[in-house]
T-cell receptor
């Protein structure tokens, strides 16, 4: 069983739609990261959170430690948001455990 | 904005050859990492490095792999004798604070290794 599960695996949206990507994990964690992987392969950190909610622009990330679940929301989606969004957790060690990612395509 | 840079962006090599992938982490960062992503699969941790020594490594990071920080700025990953299954994108990352637990990670653009 994967330690980090994401859903959906693929997501298609029309420009302007509200998007939610979910992440569930099975291990005890100290922090959860949301990352964005561009079509060319580069990875950018979006959020790191251990409780509650964080907002940056049109992106919102929430985490529920008791339920071992996190969500990434994108408001007013835009074609430039098209990317793979990855959830990763740190389990009190130096390493991150990655999910398989959610491929998002936003059409104009 | 400071960034992690990696070279080469793409390397093609013959099986059995040695490969060195280079990374320049953000200058004031203290923790350094290598991850890899085989095509179509998820990103996997290889090794973390702090204070000039390995702090953690995965099962993937066997005796064929080594890391070093030769000059205080570069951080290198060496694969001694490449195998076909080493073909992957290799990502370098760095963080200022104590590892992935508390520090935001900054990733390089990746080095794609193709082993023929």
């Amino acid at each position: 069983k994967n330690e980090v599960e994401q859903s959906p695996q693929n997501l298609t949206a029309q420009e302007g739609e509200f998007i939610t990507i979910n992440c569930s994990y099975s291990v005890g964690i100290s922090a959860l990261h949301w990352l964005q992987q561009h079509p060319g392969g580069g990875i950018v950190s979006l959020f790191m959170l251990s409780s509650g909610k964080k907002k940056h622009g049109r992106l919102i990330a929430t985490i529920n430690i008791q339920e071992k679940h996190s969500s990434l929301h994108i408001t007013a989606s835009h074609p430039r948001d098209s990317a793979v969004y990855i959830c990763a957790v740190s389990d009190n060690t130096d390493k991150l455990i990655f999910g398989t990612g959610t491929r998002l395509q936003v059409f104009p | 904005e400071p960034e992690v840079t990696q070279t080469p962006s793409h390397q093609v090599t013959q099986m059995g050859q040695e490969v060195i992938l280079r990374c320049v982490p953000i200058s004031n960062h203290l923790y350094f990492y290598w991850y890899r992503q085989i095509l179509g699969q998820k990103v996997e941790f290889l090794v973390s490095f702090y204070n000039n020594e390995i702090s953690e490594k995965s099962e993937i990071f066997d005796d064929q792999f080594s890391v070093e920080r030769p000059d205080g700025s570069n951080f290198t990953l060496k694969i001694r004798s490449t195998k076909l299954e080493d073909s992957a994108m290799y990502f370098c990352a760095s963080s200022l604070l104590a590892g992935a637990n508390t520090g935001e990670l900054f990733f390089g653009e990746g080095s794609r290794l193709t082993v023929l």
